[in-house]
């Protein structure tokens, strides 16, 4: 059974933060936000999970094998170095979305996101060490069949920005509503799922809905793993399987549950 550890960060009291005294630069904040990310996605990443940005004041990350400590570390070093303090809530659930549902009720008991007296909230339990197992995440790397031929080479790259934007949209509402995953947009044509155990039937499916909705052609990767690292790389592994053979849905290391 996956076992997903999230932790919500949230920049302390950042709007009234970005128009005292007075509205700040717009290239400023844009820069903070794309630093702050950065270093989040550094430190938790030697720590071998993941972190998407969303709206940038808000940060969700996939954090199995990170502790407390490495936690509050992480909240040191952002006061330090910044202007904003961040507070984080940490949940762990067989389900993405309960457990991001749980991290975000903890910091919402503790005070609204932009009262000014709720600074370095660190609340919520990671995932105990002997509760760990080699199947705690599953994580589903999907791309574009061909976008490069499709969109990149024929359309101007802002309608394929759009256009690939309006399918990662379907994807993750999708994902979200049917499968209780959490989907993000990493790049490129690349979204990346984190999933709780899903049977390659429910991946199957998920592709013909983008092929029927979204006039969207997806081919998918799935890795189940101990960390984000060992989930995401499995399933990327997968994914080059599926571009070379043509396939639609590829497991990795460990078979697609159900199989």
Not at 151 to 175: G, P
Not at 200 to 222: K, N, P, S, W, Y
Not at 224 to 246: F, I, Q, T, Y
């Amino acid at each position: 059974m996956s076992q997903t550890q999230i932790t919500l960060v949230q920049i302390d009291n950042y709007g009234p933060w970005t128009t005292t005294p007075e509205p700040r630069r717009e290239v400023d904040l844009q820069t903070l936000q794309a630093r702050l990310y950065a270093d989040f996605a550094q430190f938790v990443g030697t720590r071998d999970g993941y972190v998407f940005y969303t709206r940038f004041d808000n940060m969700i990350a996939v954090t199995n094998g990170t502790d407390r400590a490495d936690h509050a570390r992480i909240q040191e070093s952002v006061s330090n170095r910044y202007p904003v303090t961040v507070s984080m809530g940490i949940a762990a659930d067989p389900s993405p979305v309960d457990a991001l549902g749980r991290a975000t009720t903890s910091l919402q008991e503790a005070g609204s996101a932009q009262d000014g007296d709720r600074t370095e909230i660190l609340r919520g339990d990671p995932l105990a060490g002997d509760r760990r197992t080699d199947r705690d995440v599953r994580v589903a790397h999907f791309d574009v069949v061909d976008a490069t031929g499709k969109y990149t080479d024929r359309m101007n790259a802002f309608d394929t920005y759009v256009r690939i934007q309006e399918s990662y949209l379907a994807l993750m509402q999708h994902m979200r509503q049917e499968h209780e995953a959490l989907s993000f947009f990493v790049g490129g044509d690349n979204i990346i799922a984190v999933c709780p155990d899903l049977d390659e039937g429910a991946f199957e499916a998920t592709i013909g809905h983008m092929r029927e909705t979204a006039d969207m052609e997806l081919q998918v990767g799935v890795g189940s793993g101990r960390s984000p690292h060992d989930a995401g790389m499995a399933a990327k592994h997968a994914l080059e399987v599926c571009r070379h053979d043509g396939t639609r849905v590829e497991g990795a290391t460990h078979p697609v549950a159900g199989d």
